[in-house]
């Protein structure tokens, strides 16, 4: 049996496993205690690992078919794997608007230590730096810096119209217009990132240096027929729908655990925002171990810059639509759906130090060494602390 048949034969099990214990909690199990929460947790990741396999199969075929670079298709896998996020996002968004706002914004928080993290495990030379991939140094430090200026901007204005009350009255929100423009505005970004990554590192791509040249496919090897693509990349999205839900059903069901055992409402929104992280983190550890470090440093990464440009304004827009369709109630009597209070604004306001040390420490050689390391991890970690215990 070949090494690939094998690998082929893994995932299918674990998607087959995953389907079967979501499948017997959900018909056998009656109630919400442990039992359903891990259950529904461990068949979810074991369909999201499943459905990640699927996503980095399609788009290393797609990759080698147009002969892009791996970290183009670890981008376009990256975002495949924001659907089941979004799913979760969704219910938790309608069941409690605020808190899926903070854990929103908190995955940004735990993306950048996982981010930090990973960068510690990377080769290194006889001096200890570890090389980037070119499309993350040249492109997404652009990204890491929008980042910062998006959150600056955003905590700033947050934390004047409290101290103001810009709009009357005792409580100040975000509107659905606020969230319409933002959601726009930051989508606009995001779909501009993405057509320059695919014109700038694809197969077309004209090097502006020698060190800017896409990594050389083998013509050698097998090309995989498009509706084998197809096919992967549409049963990947499907199953990743399945997995996510599951996985957000547990993570709720453990949410209302700790708050029930006293734990802080921050507390519960992190931990939640590890969970809708965690098709992003299956796949940077699927395709690290496939020896596709190009592909898991794309998602690494992308597990930070789609977090502002992509999950956030997501999430904005659902927040609005869930508000005008009267899913969501309507605060302050007109048309405010997010409250402007400590925690939303803190882990806000915190997006700042930890989109700005990621862009020095990756832009300023192109490689992070270990004093980079240990900085990026100690202000990412920091920034989840206080979030928990004082935001």
Known sequence: MSESNHHSKQWLWL????????????????????????????????????????????????AKRKKMNSFV?????????????????????????????IVTVLTLHVGAAAFGLYCGTLPRDVEGNA?????????????????????????VIMLLMKAFEVRGGAETYLDTRDLYVFGAILLTVQVVATWRLVK????????????????????????????????????GLFMSVIGGHSVGEFAGILVHKLET???????GAVILSVFAAAGAFVMIGTAHFQG????????????ITQVPFLVLPVAMIMLAIFTQSGIIPVLGGTSGVIPIDLHTTSAIFLGFPSMLI??????????????????????????????????
Do not use: C
């Open 200 to 235: 700038r590192f694809s197969s077309d791509h004209k090097p502006e240096s020698d060190d800017d040249i896409p990594v050389e496919v083998d013509v050698s090897e097998s090309l995989m027929p498009i509706k084998t693509i197809l096919a992967f990349g549409a049963a």
């Open 261 to 267: 055992a006293g734990y802080s409402e921050m507390f």
């Open 292 to 303: 596709k470090y190009n592909i898991a440093m794309a998602n690494a990464s992308g597990a």
């Open 131 to 155: 090389s980037l991939p070119q499309p993350l140094v040249k492109l997404s430090t652009d990204l890491y810096a929008a980042a910062a200026g998006v959150f600056f901007s955003l905590g």
């Open 73 to 101: 298709a670890g981008t376009m896998a990256g975002l495949s794997s924001n659907v089941p996020e979004l799913v979760m996002l969704g219910f938790v968004l309608a069941a409690t608007p605020r808190v899926g706002f």
């Open 358 to 391: 990621l862009w020095k420490a990756v832009q300023d050689d192109g490689k992070v060494n270990w004093l980079e390391t240990t900085s990026m991890i100690a202000v990412f970690v920091l920034a989840i602390y206080l979030l928990v215990a004082h935001g």
């Open 15 to 62: 998607l087959i496993a995953g389907l079967v214990i979501i499948a017997a909690i959900t018909f056998l199990v009656e109630g919400h205690g442990w039992l359903t929460g891990i259950g529904l947790g461990v068949g979810g990741l074991l369909v999201v690992f499943a459905s990640s396999e699927m996503m980095i199969m399609a788009v290393d075929g797609y």
